[in-house]
């Protein structure tokens, strides 16, 4: 399976800031998916990030605070705008790999924000 | 957003007994899979189920795609300390062209006493 790294792992942050976090795969894949897992919860898909087109957002979530970039095949980054303690969660990167019909996760990125 | 109904929440159970836990939906899916997420880590894929009525085993995990494609279990036979972690089902759904979504169950903690 594709090896999925993501940076930060974790960060603290002050409300108000904005955090990049970034998501690179081993190999090229065509799509990239982000989610949140709030504490104690289970996985919310984000966003859906295809190369050289602009991200598809679920409900309840907007580009204006959940900005994405997919500049090529094998990086994406997602940013958290304007963070308030509510976007205290663990954000993951994952791909899917067709041939095996299921999705890969990188290891998250813990924020906190206070 | 959508969830699956995973039971049970959580477990406790001594080395050596037999787990099982299961997902349901109202909606159909073409794909079931199972994570397991220790602390501080991403989901990591156990079993991917691709067709109706499927069963399949790796190791000492066995899981089954149901026939009404609205549910799936997981059994873990033996149970070791090691086994600890959450687990979550995920259904997949194609929603068109080549993006498959999956929607996670609420995840089944599992502690094993030595």
């Known amino acids: 399976s594709a090896v999925i790294s993501q940076k930060p792992s974790r960060d603290i942050c002050q409300r108000g800031t904005s955090l990049t976090i970034q998501c690179q795969v081993d190999?090229?894949?065509?799509?990239m998916f982000w989610y949140r897992q709030q504490p104690g919860q289970s996985l919310t898909l984000i966003a859906t990030?295809?190369?050289?087109?602009?991200?598809?957002?679920e409900s309840g979530f907007v580009i204006d605070k959940f900005p994405i970039s997919r500049p090529n095949l094998t990086f994406s980054t997602l940013t958290v705008s304007n963070m308030s303690p509510e976007d205290s969660s663990i954000y993951l990167c994952?791909?899917?790999?067709?041939?095996?019909?299921?999705?890969?996760f990188g290891q998250g990125t813990r924020l906190t924000v206070v | 957003g959508q969830q699956l109904n995973q039971s049970p929440q959580s477990m406790f159970i001594q080395e050596g007994e037999d787990v099982s836990m299961n997902c349901t939906s109202s909606?159909?899916?073409?794909?079931w899979l199972w994570y397991k997420q220790e602390p501080g880590e991403g989901p990591v894929l156990l079993i991917a189920?691709?067709?109706?009525?499927e069963l399949t085993s790796n190791g000492r995990l066995t899981a089954q795609f149901g026939i009404t494609r609205k549910d799936s279990f997981l059994n873990i036979s033996a149970s070791i300390p090691s086994d600890v972690g959450i687990y979550f089902c995920?259904?997949?759904?194609?929603?068109?062209?080549?993006?498959?979504?999956?929607?996670f169950g609420t995840g089944t903690l599992l502690a094993v006493q030595p």
């Open positions: 994952s791909v899917e790999e067709f041939d095996r019909g299921a999705a890969f």
């Open positions: 190999s090229q894949v065509t799509m």
């Open positions: 990030a295809n190369q050289g087109s602009e991200a598809t957002y």
């Open positions: 909606s159909i899916f073409n794909t």
């Open positions: 189920l691709y067709k109706a009525g």
């Open positions: 995920a259904g997949q759904v194609n929603y068109g062209g080549a993006t498959n979504k999956l929607i």
